[in-house]
């Protein structure tokens, strides 16, 4: 059975945080982890605290976690509904590992990203 991750991030100006003038490398390689493994048929959960913020509420594990720690913990990766990582995004070797994918996979998804070239919102943001 395919396992189940979540990512929960800090409140960024749009999901995926690829917004404004300084586009931080780590949000862009997400992004692309994410592509790549979507078009592979492996779906993870991305919530930001901003643009979806029940989720926080409504996860009982994420929600003890920010009762307990605050969102400066944020980013956590969550697997099968346990915390398996906290404070970073997960190493395309952890994705792997996690999420019990083939190797290769995720080799320098990074290159194949498209720069979205400015803000994901439309304008809507920063």
């Known amino acids: 059975m395919m396992k189940k991750m979540k990512i929960f991030e800090p409140a960024m100006c749009c999901p995926t ?3 404004g003038v300084g586009v931080d490398p780590e949000l862009l390689r997400i992004s ?13 959960d991305r919530f930001n605290l901003s643009s979806a913020p029940m989720e926080f509420i409504t996860d009982q ?34 994705f792997t590992a996690l999420l019990n994918l ?11 990203a498209q720069d979205g070239g400015g803000c994901c919102c439309k304008g809507s943001c920063c």
């Open 32 to 44: 692309a982890v994410l592509e790549t493994l979507k078009k592979s048929g492996v779906i993870v």
């Open 61 to 94: 594990v994420i929600n003890a976690y920010i009762n307990a720690k605050g969102p400066e913990g944020l980013p956590v990766v969550m697997v099968d509904g346990e915390i398996v990582i906290e404070g970073r995004y997960p190493t395309n070797e952890e």
């Open 102 to 112: 083939p190797e290769g996979l995720l080799e320098k998804p990074a290159e194949k």
């Open 17 to 19: 945080g690829l917004c």
